[in-house]
């Protein structure tokens, strides 16, 4: 039964960052990899960026070299941590188990997810 709790979105202007929280409960944190997703208004859910249980990141294109993916193994939190906003980010983003990349099943049941909006 994982729980996963998202935190950290808002409103904020083209150019500035933002700091992504999930905080994980119910499964063995230190041996999982996690991923953060998101979901535009109107489009399916899409992966962002995966980190796995020894610290190996990837992220698909439009993350690379703005978004980075970490994790605190004391704190049983994963972080994703957003810069040079651009309006098209807006979406709202959430984090979970990756069971299998190719299909996006994942261990975890959707929550909340935190709302980004990216506006000038």
């Known amino acids: 039964q994982v729980q996963l709790v998202e935190s950290g979105g808002g409103l904020v202007q083209p150019g500035e960052s933002l700091r992504l929280s999930c905080v994980v409960s119910?499964?063995?944190?230190?041996?999982?990899?996690f991923g953060w997703y998101r979901q535009v208004s109107g489009r399916q859910r899409e992966l962002v960026a995966t980190?796995?249980?020894?610290?190996?990141?990837s992220y698909v294109d439009f993350a690379k070299g703005r978004f980075t993916i970490s994790r605190d193994n004391d704190k049983n939190t994963v972080y994703l941590q957003m810069n040079s906003l651009k309006p098209e980010d807006t979406a709202v983003y959430y984090c979970?188990?990756?069971?299998?990349?190719?299909?996006?099943?994942?261990?975890?049941?959707w929550g909340q997810g935190t709302q980004v909006t990216v506006s000038s």
């Open positions: 979970n188990v990756p069971r299998d990349v190719s299909d996006m099943s994942v261990y975890g049941s």
């Open positions: 980190i796995s249980s020894s610290g190996i990141t």
């Open positions: 119910g499964i063995a944190f230190r041996i999982r990899g």
